[in-house]
């Protein structure tokens, strides 16, 4: 007989479904010892004396531009860098370079992407937040065999004399850029960096790689609390 009363069955532990989580990691420094685009760049004044020629010309500009703008007088030096190259040549040389950078013994972070990668099996959601350029993080991520992730990074535009700077995805930047995709929330950041502390301060769980024992301080202080520091190789 009904007593009209409803029974609670237990539900079993397998049948708990865990939700995925948000995990952001920078890219230089963390996944790739160095600064990938800084690299591509000191190869392409390699490969041209007139770059070379061009930035002798632009130092008196970016000397003058230093005190009041550091950025603003290595954004020359990057323009002056991508001198002549349209939209379609940048992407060849950016591809081809980041292909040879994978080939380069011990240039990335082993266990940068071994942990990227147990965060993609546990069914997370991975995504790279970065200043380095995007075609070149995207291929670069891509020869290493690293599917599925998303991408944030900096960005170029064509110009009358070559490619040059539209998005530097660097401290707040990257928060914004976060927000445009519509990323509300994340829980895991990995960073190397105190420029990424406003990526970082709204994760649960932060993880600074490589950093010295001063940096690690100096983060939790303008965090406002502890974090776990790794060494990665």
Known sequence: ????????????????????????????????HGDAFSLFMRDSYRRSTLRKLAAVMALPWMALAAPFSRTLALRALVHVGLLGLSERRYKAAAEAFGAGLVRRPRQFCRDGLNVLRRHQADGDRVIVVTGCEHVLVSHILLQLGIENVEVLASQLRPGLLGMRVKVHNVGRRKTAQLAAAGVGEWHVAYSDSLVDAPMLKPAAEVVLVNGTPKLCKKLEKALGRTITRVDWF
């Open 1 to 32: 007989m009904s007593t009209g009363e409803t029974s609670i069955q237990p539900v079993a532990a397998d049948a708990v479904v865990s939700v995925p989580r948000t995990v952001l990691f920078d890219f230089d420094g963390v996944l790739i």
